[in-house]
Protein backbone atom coordinates (compact mmCIF):
# COMPACT_ATOMS: atom_id res chain seq x y z
CA UNK A 1 0.00 0.00 0.00
CA UNK A 2 1.38 3.36 -0.91
CA UNK A 3 1.21 6.54 1.76
CA UNK A 4 1.39 9.66 0.85
CA UNK A 5 3.72 11.84 2.53
CA UNK A 6 4.02 14.51 0.75
CA UNK A 7 5.18 16.13 -2.72
CA UNK A 8 7.73 14.49 -4.63
CA UNK A 9 9.85 16.90 -4.09
CA UNK A 10 10.38 16.53 -0.10
CA UNK A 11 7.91 19.61 1.22
CA UNK A 12 6.39 19.20 4.12
CA UNK A 13 2.28 18.06 3.07
CA UNK A 14 0.24 21.45 4.18
CA UNK A 15 -3.06 19.94 4.32
CA UNK A 16 -4.69 18.79 7.39
CA UNK A 17 -6.65 15.62 7.67
CA UNK A 18 -10.45 16.51 8.33
CA UNK A 19 -11.36 13.04 8.05
CA UNK A 20 -10.85 12.22 12.11
CA UNK A 21 -12.36 15.64 12.99
CA UNK A 22 -15.42 14.75 10.89
CA UNK A 23 -15.17 11.52 12.84
CA UNK A 24 -15.61 12.35 16.26
CA UNK A 25 -18.03 15.58 15.54
CA UNK A 26 -20.29 12.83 14.36
CA UNK A 27 -19.77 10.70 17.43
CA UNK A 28 -20.63 13.80 19.71
CA UNK A 29 -23.41 14.69 17.49
CA UNK A 30 -24.96 11.51 17.80
CA UNK A 31 -24.23 10.85 21.90
CA UNK A 32 -26.01 14.24 22.30
CA UNK A 33 -28.70 13.26 20.63
CA UNK A 34 -29.17 10.50 22.56
CA UNK A 35 -28.86 12.50 25.81
CA UNK A 36 -31.82 14.03 25.05
CA UNK A 37 -34.70 13.44 27.06
CA UNK A 38 -37.40 12.42 25.00
CA UNK A 39 -40.00 15.17 24.49
CA UNK A 40 -43.86 14.68 25.55
CA UNK A 41 -46.53 16.82 24.24
CA UNK A 42 -49.40 15.34 26.45
CA UNK A 43 -51.14 16.51 29.13
CA UNK A 44 -53.39 14.42 31.69
CA UNK A 45 -56.50 15.22 32.76
CA UNK A 46 -58.64 13.59 34.62
CA UNK A 47 -62.28 14.09 32.94
CA UNK A 48 -65.25 13.42 34.18
CA UNK A 49 -67.56 10.45 33.18
CA UNK A 50 -70.20 11.98 30.95
CA UNK A 51 -73.69 11.48 32.63
CA UNK A 52 -76.52 10.77 30.11
CA UNK A 53 -79.28 10.99 32.83
CA UNK A 54 -80.63 15.03 33.29
CA UNK A 55 -79.76 16.40 36.93
CA UNK A 56 -82.73 16.61 38.84
CA UNK A 57 -84.58 20.11 38.98
CA UNK A 58 -83.40 21.25 42.07
CA UNK A 59 -79.84 20.86 40.98
CA UNK A 60 -79.98 22.87 37.70
CA UNK A 61 -77.97 26.12 38.15
CA UNK A 62 -80.75 28.38 36.82
CA UNK A 63 -79.11 31.64 37.62
CA UNK A 64 -76.37 32.97 35.07
CA UNK A 65 -75.15 36.56 35.53
CA UNK A 66 -73.45 38.27 32.32
CA UNK A 67 -70.88 40.95 32.15
CA UNK A 68 -70.80 42.80 28.69
CA UNK A 69 -68.34 45.68 27.91
CA UNK A 70 -69.84 47.76 25.36
CA UNK A 71 -67.60 50.06 22.79
CA UNK A 72 -68.46 53.14 24.73
CA UNK A 73 -66.94 51.81 27.70
CA UNK A 74 -69.94 50.47 30.00
CA UNK A 75 -70.01 48.03 31.77
CA UNK A 76 -73.49 45.73 31.64
CA UNK A 77 -74.38 43.80 34.60
CA UNK A 78 -77.21 41.69 32.90
CA UNK A 79 -78.33 44.33 30.28
CA UNK A 80 -78.25 47.15 33.00
CA UNK A 81 -75.22 49.65 33.29
CA UNK A 82 -73.21 50.05 35.97
CA UNK A 83 -70.00 51.03 37.19
CA UNK A 84 -66.55 49.11 38.93
CA UNK A 85 -68.28 49.42 42.32
CA UNK A 86 -71.60 48.27 41.74
CA UNK A 87 -69.27 45.38 39.81
CA UNK A 88 -67.49 44.78 42.99
CA UNK A 89 -70.82 44.91 45.03
CA UNK A 90 -72.50 42.65 42.40
CA UNK A 91 -70.09 40.12 43.03
CA UNK A 92 -69.98 40.48 46.72
CA UNK A 93 -73.30 39.49 46.55
CA UNK A 94 -73.66 36.27 44.24
CA UNK A 95 -70.55 34.86 46.15
CA UNK A 96 -73.27 34.58 49.34
CA UNK A 97 -75.84 32.89 47.22
CA UNK A 98 -76.10 29.14 47.18
CA UNK A 99 -75.60 27.81 44.86
CA UNK A 100 -72.81 30.26 43.10
CA UNK A 101 -74.17 31.65 39.89
CA UNK A 102 -72.50 31.25 36.93
CA UNK A 103 -71.28 34.54 35.96
CA UNK A 104 -70.46 35.12 32.00
CA UNK A 105 -68.14 37.37 30.59
CA UNK A 106 -68.37 38.94 27.08
CA UNK A 107 -66.80 42.06 25.67
CA UNK A 108 -68.22 43.58 22.09
CA UNK A 109 -65.61 43.45 19.27
CA UNK A 110 -64.10 47.18 19.88
CA UNK A 111 -64.43 46.97 23.87
CA UNK A 112 -61.74 48.92 25.24
CA UNK A 113 -58.54 46.42 26.40
CA UNK A 114 -58.18 48.75 29.06
CA UNK A 115 -61.61 48.51 30.53
CA UNK A 116 -61.57 44.32 30.03
CA UNK A 117 -57.99 44.56 31.74
CA UNK A 118 -59.66 46.23 34.89
CA UNK A 119 -63.02 44.49 34.91
CA UNK A 120 -61.15 40.61 34.66
CA UNK A 121 -59.00 42.24 37.68
CA UNK A 122 -61.78 43.08 39.52
CA UNK A 123 -63.47 39.62 38.90
CA UNK A 124 -60.13 37.79 39.82
CA UNK A 125 -59.93 39.79 43.32
CA UNK A 126 -63.52 38.67 44.28
CA UNK A 127 -62.38 35.17 44.28
CA UNK A 128 -65.69 34.26 41.78
CA UNK A 129 -65.57 30.07 41.15
CA UNK A 130 -67.75 29.80 38.53
CA UNK A 131 -66.76 32.15 35.59
CA UNK A 132 -66.41 31.43 31.77
CA UNK A 133 -65.74 33.77 28.25
CA UNK A 134 -69.06 33.45 25.95
CA UNK A 135 -69.29 34.99 22.53
CA UNK A 136 -65.59 34.03 21.58
CA UNK A 137 -67.16 31.72 18.70
CA UNK A 138 -68.30 35.24 17.18
CA UNK A 139 -64.48 36.02 16.24
CA UNK A 140 -62.97 33.22 15.22
CA UNK A 141 -61.92 32.95 11.54
CA UNK A 142 -62.98 29.83 11.41
CA UNK A 143 -66.22 30.01 11.76
CA UNK A 144 -67.35 32.91 9.71
CA UNK A 145 -68.66 32.41 6.35
CA UNK A 146 -66.53 32.41 3.64
CA UNK A 147 -68.17 35.98 2.07
CA UNK A 148 -68.78 37.22 5.95
CA UNK A 149 -66.26 40.10 6.77
Request: aromatic share 6%; hydrophobic share 40%.
Amino acid sequence: MAMSGGKDDGSPMMEINTTPLIDVMLVLLIMFIITIPIATHSVDIDLPVPNNDPPPPDQIDPIKNKVVLTRDGEILWNGDSINGGELVRNLKVTLDMKPEPELQFQPEPDASYDLSAKVLNIIKGSKVTKFGFVGNELYSEFTKAPNAK
